[in-house]
């Protein structure tokens, strides 16, 4: 398989991805994305990007648009990397197409169940609480202008609490503020707005619903509303999440680049595991007490 990689010579998660390749027989084409121009479409079968920024976006946008399918390697969302220290230990989201693609088919919670979250009952109480993003993502491309504006509608909407992102405390909205931790701010939330941010995820993991404006980009999207969804329905989807983000080394050991190749590019479900029939129990010989017939 022809498979091109477009990142920088130093990019530490798209050399995983390669080293990973390696270790399953393929050949990868290292490619410069800041020396890529637009329209410059090589014949690769897959071609693997870190994050759709600036040039990433181009090869991103230039290769969907011949048909090939795209990688791309960003943040994850459940242990995910936060920053230098947690680029080794932390999740690295690996979709296909853009941001926030998660496998659209049932996975195993192996991965899930792994990574010791676990799903909180619905909380009551609280106030409407309003997540900033970090301006200029592109996972919604807002603007500071932009961000504030919608924010400021949301929190006058729903007389909420609004909480800026960390990285982009320039937000300014005329609301109450929460500018404490993620997890103090959701349990004082009795309902989570945001345009697509993983903060939507961590406020369902923790018994709090949410809405997100921009459903579709938005790994938790489908599950999004004013009430929280079933225990059952929220797992399945942890589960899907976890088989769409992966730790550096598990590129670079091939079982990531395993998963992508065979099963989420194809679309072919990973087996789920075997339920085991519980045996037919004999019934107990019961012996009927005297002067009794029920």
Not at 192 to 211: D, F, R
Request: aromatic share 6%; charged share 20%; hydrophobic share 40%.
């Amino acid at each position: 398989m022809r498979v091109g990689v477009y990142a920088r010579s130093d990019n530490l998660e798209a050399g995983a991805f390669r080293s990973g390749l390696l270790a399953l027989g393929h050949r990868p084409h290292w490619r410069s994305v800041s020396d890529y121009g637009q329209g410059q479409v090589e014949q690769f079968e897959v071609v693997v990007v870190s994050g759709v920024r600036d040039k990433g976006g181009q090869v991103c946008r230039d290769y969907t648009e011949a048909g090939i399918q795209v990688v791309v390697i960003d943040y994850g969302y459940l242990d995910r990397v936060s920053g230098v220290d947690t680029w080794e230990t932390g999740h690295w989201q690996v979709g296909l197409g853009g941001l926030n693609r998660i496998p659209s088919f049932e996975c195993p919670g192996d991965r899930f169940d792994a990574l010791g979250v676990k799903l909180m009952p619905a909380k009551a109480g609280g106030r409407p609480l309003v997540l900033g993003q970090h301006v200029g993502d592109p996972s919604h491309g807002y603007t500071e202008c932009g961000m504030a504006a919608w924010a400021q509608s949301k929190c006058d909407e729903h007389g909420a609490v609004f909480r800026p992102h960390p990285h982009s405390p320039g937000v300014k909205v005329d609301a109450d503020q929460s500018v404490g931790p993620l997890a103090d701010a959701l349990s004082a939330a009795s309902v989570v707005y945001t345009l697509c941010s993983t903060g939507g995820l961590e406020a369902m993991i923790a018994g709090v619903p949410a809405v997100a404006d921009l459903p579709d980009r938005a790994c938790w999207g489908e599950l999004s509303g004013p009430a929280l969804p079933s225990r059952a329905a929220l797992r399945a989807l942890c589960a899907r999440i976890a088989y769409g983000q992966w730790t550096l080394d598990e590129m670079r050991s091939g079982q990531c680049v395993d998963f992508v190749l065979n099963h989420l590019i194809p679309g072919i479900g990973v087996a789920m595991p075997a339920v085991r029939a519980q045996p037919d129990r004999p019934a107990k010989n019961r012996r009927r007490k005297r002067g009794t017939d029920h």
